[in-house]
């Protein structure tokens, strides 16, 4: 089994178990449920560094990238640097990560939040909504087109941008609609975890000018960010670079400025 399967498996579990705990309702009556979103879609388009800075404790590739920072000063820390916006990890079994991250995010920072998480329910929207995240991701690999379709659709309606990543021409192709705000390319093959380069330049001819082009995954020189903004990507995805230094934020700030040069 890959570890994409395992992963799934395990989230519907737990979404399950959530589901029984804190009924759509609830979700629906917090405090963050009304607030207006900010677009990350828009914020992209209108940058020229681009980049999406990620908290990241640990991955299934990686173990341990960093557990000693807090997510209040990271958080601070990408804002003071002038990212674009912010990705929370929210799975906890696999990443470290938990909502109450994205609650101390959003309290922390006006940055556009995306919660990154392994959406396989409707539910997990509402979540995102309720704990204050701005954008969602879906992941093409995972789901139908029709779940996609019903997804960003659900995201849409509670004012959420949805980013929408895929790894090859087939994912791509089965997931383009109008209910997206970004395609992003994930230069990491989920199955072995090796990381590329070359997906996001072959796949950038075959999405669409309307919508956002963001590459994530394995991005950690000025080099590649030039390279790939000549393959029209406006966004780019950066967690383990930043994460893995003694101050996420500072470490953020140094490649901003280098690469506005």
Do not use: W
Request: aromatic residues 6%; glycine residues 6%.
């Amino acid at each position: 089994m890959d570890i994409l399967t395992k992963i799934v498996n395990d989230k519907r579990i737990e979404v399950k178990l959530r589901k029984q705990l804190i009924p759509v309702s609830q979700l629906e009556r917090s405090v963050l449920f009304e607030r207006e979103t900010i677009s990350l879609a828009k914020k992209l388009k209108e940058s020229n560094t681009g980049i999406i800075a990620e908290h990241k404790r640990r991955s299934p590739s990686k173990a341990v990238i960093n557990q000693s920072f807090n997510v209040f000063d990271v958080a601070k820390g990408y804002e003071a640097a002038g990212v674009c916006g912010m990705s929370v990890l929210t799975d906890a079994k696999y990443f470290g990560g938990s909502l109450d991250d994205l609650l101390t995010a959003r309290a922390s920072c006006n940055l556009p939040l995306l919660r990154k998480e392994f959406i396989i329910d409707g539910y997990q929207i509402i979540e995102a909504k309720a704990y204050g995240a701005d954008v969602i991701l879906l992941i093409a690999a995972l789901l139908t087109r029709e779940e996609i379709k019903q997804f960003s659709e659900l995201a849409k309606s509670l004012n959420l941008d949805v980013l929408l990543e895929v790894h090859n021409e087939e994912e791509l192709n089965k997931s383009i609609m109008p209910s997206l705000d970004m395609l992003g390319v994930n230069n990491r093959n989920l199955k072995t975890f090796e990381v590329s380069l070359e997906t996001s330049k072959r796949l950038s001819t075959l999405i669409p000018n309307d919508f956002i082009k963001v590459s994530e995954s394995g991005i950690s020189s000025i080099e590649a960010i030039k390279t790939l903004q000549h393959y029209d990507y406006k966004g780019f995805l950066i967690g383990e670079h930043f994460m893995k230094t003694g101050h996420a934020g500072k470490s953020a700030q140094e490649f901003i400025e280098k690469l506005k040069i």
